[in-house]
Nanobody, 121 residues
Framework: QVQLVESGGGLVQPGGSLRLSCAASGTIFSIHAMGWYRQAPGKERELVAIRTNGGTTNYADSVKGRFTLSRDNAKNTVYLQMNSLKPEDTAVYYC???????????????WGQGTQVTVSS
């Protein structure tokens, strides 16, 4: 069992900044990838940013240059620094992780509960 506990989110003005965090806990052998998705009202969930253990980070085109994902492997935690926020960034943000719970086990996907980010004046 793996839990992804998120913190952050809230209401911020356009042009402002916000920092989200997500800590993975439970039975974890290794984390193969960890990042963030988001879902705006009436839209499908989309990838925001994700980083693998190899150090590769993929960003959605809409957030490149504004969002930065970082990962603390020792703490099994990822952070999403969101700068120059726009109203179109308003969405529920979900932490995501690909986790192996045993040394020989299968790779499973886990999701956080989601945190609301609202960008409005």
């Amino acid at each position: 069992q793996v839990q992804l506990v998120e913190s952050g989110g809230g209401l911020v003005q356009p042009g402002g900044s916000l920092r989200l965090s997500c800590a993975a806990s439970g039975t974890i052998f290794s984390i193969h990838a960890m990042g963030w998705y988001r879902q705006a009202p009436g839209k499908e969930r989309e990838l925001v940013a994700i980083r693998t253990n190899g150090g590769t980070t993929n960003y959605a085109d809409s957030v490149k240059g504004r969002f930065t994902l970082s990962r603390d492997n020792a703490k099994n935690t990822v952070y999403l620094q969101m700068n120059s926020l726009k109203p179109e960034d308003t969405a529920v943000y979900y932490c995501y992780a690909d986790v192996s719970t045993t040394g020989w086990g299968t790779l499973s996907n886990y999701w956080g509960q989601g945190t609301q980010v609202t960008v409005s004046s």
